[in-house]
């Protein structure tokens, strides 16, 4: 809602509206959203802080990983670029052909990830919707 009052007057009136339209509407938090992340969600907003670290954190890793590994083919196929280039390869040639090899171990990665992430999903949700019996047989 919003309001030119002031934060914990409009908070007070929207209170005193809700517990006259129906006086059985249980209110728990009632601010602005400043007011309310900066109370008891501290812990949500710490955990999804510290998510957004660690995933930026895995970027940077495979990033650099993936750096290791077109570094590892260059150094190890020096000889090959090099007689390639010599008998009439482009650089365009030779960084689609280096490229195309660095990325087929990330591909073959993410393939599979993605299979056993489907696939654990798959087990996982077959495993909480099993409906569970409302009363054991003693």
């Known amino acids: 809602m919003r309001s030119t009052a002031a934060a914990s007057v409009a908070a007070g009136a929207v209170g005193d509206a809700l517990r006259r339209a129906d006086p059985d509407v249980a209110v728990e938090v009632l601010g602005t959203g400043r007011t309310i992340f900066a109370g008891p969600h501290v812990f949500l907003r ?14 940077l890793l495979a990033m650099a990983d993936l750096f290791g590994i077109q570094s590892h083919i260059v150094a190890h196929r020096t000889r090959e670029i090099g007689v390639r280039m010599s008998l009439g390869a482009t650089r365009a040639q030779i960084a689609r052909m280096v490229l195309k090899q660095g990325h087929r171990p990330v591909v073959d990665g993410l393939a599979i990830g993605l299979f056993i992430g489907c696939t654990g999903r798959a087990i996982v949700r077959a495993y909480l919707d099993v409906e569970m019996p409302s009363s054991i047989p003693g």
């Open 46 to 59: 710490a955990a999804g802080a510290t998510a957004l670290a660690l995933a930026a954190l895995t970027l």
